[in-house]
């Protein structure tokens, strides 16, 4: 069984950054893709970056220029980088991954727990 534990979330203030982790533990061959989704009061989940198996990575509108999305194939981990927050980036980020997990190496994907995000002054 695979989990993914979510680390990094808080309280900033606007212009800040933080940076958010999605670590995953149990038995993986290999990551092979990876997303940034967010949920704030109201509103419906939407996806905030995400990347394939290549380099090409994809951002909301929202958020291009001020987040990336990267990788540590090495930790299973995957991060999101946040700059220049806005308080409408207020949210509950969740890190969304799909494997290839043992024994044949079939797609699963999995979700973390979700980490509060709030940028208020």
């Known amino acids: 069984q695979v989990q993914l534990v979510e680390s990094g979330g808080g309280l900033v203030q606007p212009g800040g950054s933080l940076r958010l982790s999605c670590a995953a533990s149990?038995?993986?061959?290999?990551?092979?893709?990876m997303m940034w989704h967010r949920q704030a009061p109201g509103k419906q989940r939407e996806l905030v970056a995400s990347?394939?198996?290549?380099?090409?990575?994809n951002y909301a509108d929202s958020v291009k220029g001020r987040f990336t999305i990267s990788r540590d194939n090495a930790k299973n981990t995957v991060y999101l980088q946040m700059n220049s927050l806005k308080p409408e980036d207020t949210a509950v980020y969740y890190c969304?991954?799909?494997?290839?997990?043992?024994?044949?190496?079939?797609?699963?994907?999995?979700w973390g727990q979700g980490t509060q995000v709030t940028v208020s002054s």
């Open positions: 990347q394939g198996t290549g380099i090409t990575t």
């Open positions: 969304n991954v799909v494997f290839r997990v043992p024994p044949g190496g079939d797609l699963r994907a999995y």
């Open positions: 149990g038995s993986i061959f290999s990551m092979y893709a």
